[in-house]
């Protein structure tokens, strides 16, 4: 009798465990892009957008790519991202860029210190604590989950898509862990300045033209190497 009531036990504890197992996702990029709003409270034509980093990543690797502020179609700056270290790519043609050369050779540098892109850091979204919870909503066909933090100089709003699939960056971990989703849109005003910022991040399933000439040149040489 005993075992027939642990077997039961066991297969709810194993379903529980399942529905919250992360997925990593594989391949495919994400792009970092925002909208900054000046005078808001007069109008909302006072606009400046920015595409600030477009990241292309396989596995645990990642190509970050960051676009020239004034003409977005020129990159300004390359970096190999791995295990927490950050590399410079300085090579023009990325069908001749070899990854494995860049980390023997080059002296890395951590995500955390690097300049430009997208910003990694352990750091908690501050005031957390005094988060409100607010009703779900629905934006671009995506049902997101939201919360607010208000304070007398800053407002902001959180977005977070309910998903177990797992993005290699993430803005704040910890609340994406709380929530058991993605946060995918920050919507702040600063009520001094007047200024409304959004900054989003939109995930796409294939790599860009640039970095998956390197990811594709990279896994030819890793086979090459493996047949010898």
Not at 6 to 31: A, M, N, R, Y
Not at 74 to 95: A, H, M, R, V
């Amino acid at each position: 009798m005993k075992k027939l009531l642990i077997l039961p036990s066991l297969f709810f504890l194993f379903v529980s465990t399942s529905c919250h197992k992360e997925i990593k996702s594989e391949k495919g990029g994400i792009d970092v892009v925002s909208n900054v709003y000046f005078d808001v409270s007069k109008n909302l034509n006072n606009i400046q957008s920015f595409h600030l980093s477009s990241l292309n990543y396989s596995g645990d690797s990642i190509i970050e790519k960051i676009p020239d502020a004034n003409a977005p179609e020129i990159t300004q700056q390359i970096y190999f991202i791995k295990d927490s270290l950050c590399y410079t790519i300085e090579n023009e043609n990325p069908g001749k860029i070899i990854l494995s050369d860049i980390i023997k050779k080059q002296k890395p540098l951590s995500v955390e210190k690097k300049k430009g892109g997208t910003l990694f850091s352990q750091e908690k979204i501050p005031n957390y604590r005094n988060r409100k919870n607010l009703s779900d909503t629905v934006l671009f066909k995506k049902k997101y989950k939201r919360f607010e933090i208000n304070s007398p100089w800053m407002y902001t709003r959180f977005y977070i898509y309910p998903t177990d699939t797992i993005l290699p960056y993430s803005i704040y971990k910890h609340a994406e862990k709380d929530y058991h989703g993605r946060l995918e849109r920050i919507d702040s005003y600063n009520k001094k300045t007047d200024i409304f910022v959004t900054l989003q991040l939109i995930s796409r399933k294939k790599w860009d033209s640039e970095a998956k000439e390197i990811f594709e040149f990279n896994h030819f040489i890793k086979n090459r190497k493996s047949e010898r």
